[in-house]
């Protein structure tokens, strides 16, 4: 999950920030956690308390307590409740409130009752590691030591931080926009798991490792490097085989789709990289498709891209015999007939336009990967949506709701007893499950096209595990 932080949550930066002092610095990531995760937790308060004072706002038989529940007015004047927030209509648990914080809090009654295990069972007979099927693990392996088939065996096998493949047995010297490419097959299957990416902590999926290094003295280089074949995890650190050195990680990228992934940056002279080709879970693994670009002084710029130029004198895929690259630098057969049946508007299945909407309208139904069967081209229109002010919402233009509604943050009226979930944020869980990382936005972008960012280039992006 990548989040861009919200107007809302910057404010609440802005007040955290002083109260920490002038003069005070955020160096390292820890600190940087530590501070989105105070920050995102008020803003989560905040918007929760909100919506709750949006609906209580004209109830006069509310005490304005949040642990006594909503209560409304009967028709004879008396008052009853009708919303206790802490009851999770669960009776395996104990509720309680804590009316400071505005949070409830549920604690098992009894761990080992079937109640409470009857969602799943951890698998575990046998198995001393490795995933138990139920979100956790059965076990964990000491230092110097590795995952196999549920077993822990000792580590040090060539593919792993011990013994890594060389991706490039010399270390990569490139003049300004010469190329480099490496391009192979492998096969994770007798693999040990011992490192588990930075940006999937639940797999326990078995990797390879592979090592480069560039020249001392030569210039930068910008590299581009996908794994596709399965649902791959791809992780670049730098200096030392560890998490704690990673300068990208990815799990789903576009290039190259089908659950590849993908990591592209910037290789300092002098440096040595390692690359973790690994899975999303622990069934995830097998034959794989490896391809790397070094370019000299220049980034390769695919994000998005599939086929088409890279802004480094090369391109960013090839769309192979029988197909075109579309203007959209995605590929399409050739020939390729444009299919506007119905569509006012949104893509044409060819890599062009069936059209723009104008005056403000937005176009619903832009995208053909909508079509509901294969070969169908699903219908589209341009309409018109009311502006909507998310942290001041306003509904039926500001007529407001009806006294059993409140007014969403979406500007839409919606019920007061609408069964919606709640939204919890563990600010220890929060630290150790963002990142940041240093992402270049080419201008085809997608984050570009959809205002995400604001202009093209190296851009710092707050990613959530």
């Not at 580590?155 to 490139?174: M, T, V």
């Not at 592979?210 to 581009?224: I, W």
């Not at 990208?248 to 910037?266: H, I, K, M, W």
């Not at 399409?332 to 007939?337: A, E, I, L, S, V």
């Amino acid at each position: 999950l990548d989040i861009w932080i919200p107007d809302q949550l910057c404010h609440n930066l802005k007040r955290i920030s002083s109260s920490i002092g002038q003069n005070q610095q955020l160096k390292t990531d820890t600190q940087i956690r530590d501070f989105i995760a105070r920050a995102t937790m008020r803003w989560t308060l905040v918007a929760i308390a909100s919506l709750f004072a949006s609906s209580r706002a004209t109830n006069k038989c509310d005490d304005d307590l949040f642990c006594n529940g909503v209560s409304v007015e009967l028709m004879n004047g008396e008052c009853t409740p009708i919303l206790d927030p802490c009851d999770d209509n669960d009776d395996s648990t104990e509720d309680s409130c804590d009316e400071k914080t505005k949070r409830c809090f549920h604690s098992l009654k009894d761990p080992d009752s079937p109640a409470c295990l009857q969602g799943c069972t951890p698998e575990c007979d046998g198995r001393e590691c490795g995933e138990d099927g139920c979100g956790g693990f059965c076990g964990q392996c000491g230092d110097g030591t590795g995952c196999k088939d549920g077993t822990c065996v000792v580590g040090g096998q060539e593919g792993s931080c011990a013994a890594p493949f060389d991706l490039e047995a010399d270390p990569i010297s490139l003049t300004a926009n010469e190329r480099l490419t490496v391009a192979f097959s492998g096969d994770t299957t007798d693999a040990v798991h011992i490192l588990t990416p930075s940006c999937n902590f639940l797999t326990a999926s078995p990797e390879f490792i592979y090592k480069f290094s560039v020249a001392p003295g030569s210039t930068e280089v910008g590299y581009d490097i996908r794994v596709s074949g399965y649902d791959t995890v791809l992780e670049i650190m730098e200096d030392e085989c560890a998490i704690a050195n990673t300068v990208g990680c990815a799990d789903d990228s576009t290039p190259p789709g089908n659950y590849g992934s993908r990591v592209s940056g910037t290789a300092r002279p002098g440096k040595t990289y390692f690359l973790m080709v690994d899975g999303f879970s622990s069934g995830d693994f097998g034959p794989f498709d490896f391809s790397a670009i070094f370019v000299g002084q220049c980034n390769p710029a695919c994000d998005g891209n599939f086929c088409g130029d890279d802004g480094c004198g090369g391109t960013c895929g090839d769309c192979g015999s029988g197909n075109q690259c579309g203007a959209d630098l995605r590929c399409y057969p050739d020939p390729c007939t444009p299919d506007c049946t119905d569509r006012a508007c949104g893509e044409d299945g060819c890599g062009g336009s069936c059209g723009t909407c104008e005056n403000g309208a937005l176009c619903v139904g832009s995208s053909i990967m909508d079509a509901d069967e294969e070969g169908t081209t699903p219908p589209s229109e341009c309409q018109v949506f009311e502006p909507c002010d998310h942290s001041a919402p306003k509904c039926n233009q500001g007529a407001g709701c009806a006294a059993n509604e409140f007014c969403g943050t979406d500007c839409i009226c919606r019920e007061d007893l609408l069964d919606v979930p709640d939204i919890v944020v563990l600010p220890e869980n929060l630290k150790e499950e963002m990142f940041i990382q240093d992402v270049f936005f080419p201008e085809t972008s997608c984050a570009l096209v959809e205002q995400c960012v604001d202009k093209p280039g190296m851009r710092s992006l707050l990613r959530f595990t």
